[in-house]
């Protein structure tokens, strides 16, 4: 599985932007899918995840409320719709494919992983 992150950019505290990942592969729809985030000298560290159906989500708990995530199986993509930007939300984005169907916040369960896109949050 090939994943390719896009839609980062230059934002003010308090806009909405939204983040695409593109797969490759026809076995998109078998794998929960996950963004993560990386701010500088900081580690990477769990944003939100789907299940393989998009039925399931769950969200760290700086995000619950501001970000949604959501798949379109057919188009083999996965989005981070983020609102209510901070400045504390600028990080480089990365969406990851899990080992299982089911939504999945840890690191170890992703084996897949795209090379990000940064989000800057300016005051």
């Known amino acids: 599985v090939q994943l390719q992150a896009s839609g980062g950019g230059l934002v003010q505290a308090g806009g909405s932007l939204t983040l695409s990942c593109a797969a490759s592969?026809?076995?998109?729809?078998?794998?929960?899918m996950g963004w993560f985030r990386q701010a500088p000298g900081k580690e990477r560290e769990f944003v939100a995840t789907?299940?393989?159906?998009?039925?399931?989500?769950n969200y760290a708990d700086s995000v619950k409320g501001r970000f949604t995530i959501s798949r379109d199986n057919a188009k083999n993509t996965v989005y981070l719709q983020m609102n209510s930007l901070k400045l504390e939300d600028t990080a480089v984005y990365l969406c990851a494919a899990a080992g299982t169907p089911y939504a999945a916040s840890t690191l170890r369960a992703y084996d897949y992983w795209g090379r990000g896109t940064l989000v800057t949050v300016s005051s």
């Open positions: 789907v299940n393989w159906g998009g039925g399931t989500t």
């Open positions: 592969g026809r076995t998109f729809k078998s794998y929960a």
